[in-house]
């Protein structure tokens, strides 16, 4: 066919586009595409707005906040990554994407995926030893130790991130080309191979592993630690004093990693049709990063105290407007 083009010889095929099929036979359908644009201009508005907060603002250039600042960009390349060019695809119905485009589509959604994870993991580190040590939480949590936890995880995100959709090179695809997905997906596609895709299978099971289930249980363990340090406290009032900084954390987890865990144990023990299915993938990718900065610009202290009244604003900044720099404690 005009879509297939043979590579090396005629036992290897590699196609020169890919069709993706999601969103078929869905009524009303163009309205949910609307929800979607809203929900990225959004999304562009709520986390460029965190970073203006975190950059302008000096007493929130902690290593906490940088974390955040770090959530918040993986957030905002994630969403440029998927929504754009799902609505140019489907809106506009151009379904066909080239090979090429359709690997760099799943890179930079697989990689920020892994970022944010990653990022919460941290978070959960920078909570653990804020109620576990506090006495040691400045010399522990520092610039220096949360840039390298950080620039660690965006190198070895971006390395495996690299090998999984360098794999896909090896696959021949010598008869459809139909991806039944929103986007250029790993499973999907590696199912439409004809030659042995055990090499993908098991990269995909790692990838899996490393970016869901292995933070998840990071994170358990975490607030288990967080719980016995807690259940040390003899005051009511102060554990729940404590706990009350680990609620943003605690909800951006529920946020990102409940949808994905339920949808896929959903989708391993019982039959969801595939347009129900499509649907709740995509609104899992897009919905979180369109919640998270809203929990730490109404959840978080500092990020409420950086917007008080104006008459407050440093002489030296003017141009801030709304923002202000007040001095604020280094609680969650």
């Not at 297939?4 to 595409?33: C, D, Q, W």
Request: hydrophobic fraction near 50%; aromatic fraction near 14%.
């Amino acid at each position: 066919t005009e879509e297939v083009m043979n590579a090396s010889n005629s036992t290897f095929v590699r196609p020169e586009k890919f069709y993706l099929s999601g969103f078929s036979n869905i009524p009303h359908v163009k309205y949910f595409y609307v929800f979607l644009c809203f929900v990225y201009i959004m999304t562009v508005l709520g986390n460029g707005f965190l970073l203006s907060v975190i950059w302008l603002v000096k007493t929130l250039h902690t290593p906490k906040y940088m974390i955040v600042f770090n959530m918040a960009l993986a957030d905002l390349c994630g969403s440029t990554a998927l929504i754009p060019k799902l609505l140019d695809t489907f809106l506009f119905d151009r379904r066909y994407i080239v090979y090429e485009a359709c690997l760099s589509y799943m890179f930079f959604v697989f990689f920020f995926g892994g970022v944010q994870s990653w990022t919460l993991v941290t978070m959960a580190y920078d909570r653990l030893i804020a109620i576990c040590f506090p006495l040691r939480y400045h010399s522990i949590v520092t610039k220096t130790s949360i840039t390298s936890m950080l620039l660690f995880i965006w190198l070895v995100t971006l390395s495996l991130t690299t090998l999984v959709v360098g794999l896909i090179n090896r696959l021949s695809f010598c008869d459809s080309v139909v991806v039944k997905s929103f986007f250029c997906d790993h499973g999907p596609i590696y199912r439409l191979a004809c030659n042995d895709p055990s090499l993908n299978i098991i990269m995909a099971n790692v990838v899996v592993s490393i970016g869901v289930f292995i933070p998840l249980i990071f994170i358990a363990c975490t607030y288990v630690c967080i719980s016995i340090a807690l259940s040390k406290i003899a005051s009511g009032e102060e554990r729940l004093k404590a706990l009350k900084t680990c609620t943003s954390h605690l909800i951006l987890v529920a946020i990102l990693f409940l949808p994905f865990v339920v949808t896929n144990i959903a989708v391993w023990t019982s039959y969801i049709h595939p347009n129900a299915r499509i649907i709740n993938s995509t609104l899992t990718h897009t919905i979180p990063a369109l919640i998270n900065p809203i929990v730490y610009a109404l959840k978080t202290e500092e990020v409420m105290n950086a917007l008080c009244k104006r008459n407050n604003v440093s002489n030296t900044q003017p141009w801030l407007g709304f923002l202000i720099v007040c001095h604020s404690t280094d609680r969650w």
